[in-house]
């Protein structure tokens, strides 16, 4: 499924614009005008890191991702030799760290079907997530220069013994101080209608204002107008 979105040679494995814009728009829905191939400072989709951790490492009962360094089209990736703990590196720049526990599973039908359920909430939680939840304590963010950054997330997984996995939202929460805020985003992973596991993704937004719905409005719009043409 990865294949077409990077390439490697020996242990480096680097991500092109194009393909890191492909992953974002073919696979994530995910329209950041950050991951566009022209993007003044682009950067590779933080899910499509996690992906590549999955295909390389399997699923863990339990794993956590943490966000260093912003990938880009420049970055050499290094994939260490499996552990506990790992940091995936660029030029000896830590850009991604990795701790898991617990069994693991190399099950290519259960590791796909995660990746895409959790790529494709991941992608959309902007403005369908995002915008909603800060409105309810009557904040948004800059439309001008939205700033949401992809700090870190986890996984917990009850159970491996299983082929597929779909998601669905969970409880999310928002607390800002200042122009500052963060976003828990929750969910659950479902296996033929049961639990079987659950995450979290923690998101960092600056530049906070007070909430206005004429211009959320334009600012939905805009990313509608903007996610149809790209996709037309």
């Keep these: 499924m990865l294949e077409p979105y990077y390439q490697q040679q020996e242990n480096i494995i680097t991500i092109t614009r194009e393909q890191g814009s492909a992953f974002a728009k073919q696979v994530a829905d995910d329209f950041n005008p950050l991951h566009d191939v022209d993007a003044k400072k682009f950067c590779v989709p933080g899910d499509l890191l996690f992906s590549l951790v999955l295909d390389h490492y399997g699923l863990s009962e339990n794993m956590e991702f943490s966000f260093v360094g912003m990938v880009d089209e420049t970055s050499e990736l290094v994939f260490p030799a499996e552990a506990e703990q790992f ?19 190399k099950c290519s039908t259960l590791i796909d079907s995660l990746t895409r359920n959790y790529v494709e909430f991941s992608g959309t939680t902007f403005p369908h997530i995002i915008i909603p939840i800060m409105g309810e304590q009557q904040v948004m963010i800059n439309p001008a220069r939205p700033m949401v950054i992809y700090e870190s997330m986890a996984i917990h997984m009850d159970n491996l013994d299983v082929k597929e996995v779909t998601l669905e939202a969970g409880q999310h929460e928002f607390s800002y101080d200042g122009k500052r805020g963060k976003i828990n985003l929750r969910f659950n992973l479902l296996s033929e209608g049961q639990k079987v ?36």
């Design 87 to 105: 940091e995936v590196t660029s030029k000896e720049k830590v850009m991604l760290s990795v701790s898991r526990s617990g069994s693991n599973s």
């Design 197 to 232: 596991g659950y995450g979290e993704k923690h998101m960092l937004v600056s530049g906070i204002r007070e909430y206005c719905q004429e211009t959320v409005d334009d600012l939905i719009d805009y990313y509608n107008n903007r996610k149809s043409t790209l996709k037309a």
